[in-house]
């Protein structure tokens, strides 16, 4: 089972979704697909990224880091779909998103994208993490937890 590295911070808590190489890649399950990830929206990413997640020690906050190696909407086809605003994080209890999306360049040519959720309450890790369950079921992604 392949994992991230971890992120160490300050922050005591870091833990790190990663793609699980004994899955396959395809999707799951139709079912599970409800969560998707989307810079443009109307546009699911197809990238799986790595996740690295950090939590205060009393539980109060937490940031999420996904790191995108050559999205998809990178690609020359999928500029007419609009620009890259933020983050969207879908699933069937509605939208999480970010503005806190940076893109990485070499020779000029977009590489990959980082982007940062900030969690600044329990329901809001919560909230995420059950946004992650699904997306990591319907994408054959690991999690590996800092002790």
Do not use: H
């Not at 922050?11 to 990663?18: D, R, T």
């Not at 399950?29 to 020690?57: H, M």
């Not at 937490?62 to 933020?86: L, Q």
Request: glycine share 6%; proline share 5%.
């Amino acid at each position: 089972m392949k994992f991230a590295s971890f992120l160490f911070t300050s922050l005591p808590f870091a833990a790190a979704f990663a793609p699980n190489s004994s899955l396959p890649v395809s999707r799951l399950s139709t079912e599970l697909e409800a969560a998707t990830i989307q810079f443009i929206k109307g546009l699911d990413e197809k990238v799986v990224p790595d996740v690295k997640l950090t939590r205060a020690r009393d539980g109060s906050s937490g940031v999420a880091t996904f790191m995108f190696n050559s999205p998809n909407c990178f690609d020359a086809s999928t500029a007419s779909r609009g620009e890259i605003t933020g983050m969207f994080l879908s699933d069937e209890e509605g939208e999480i998103s970010t503005t806190d999306v940076n893109a990485r360049f070499a020779n000029g040519k977009p590489q990959s994208i980082e982007a940062k959720y900030i969690m600044r309450s329990p329901a809001e890790w919560d909230r995420f993490m059950r946004f992650m369950d699904r997306y990591a079921d319907a994408n054959g992604l690991g999690f590996s937890s800092a002790k």
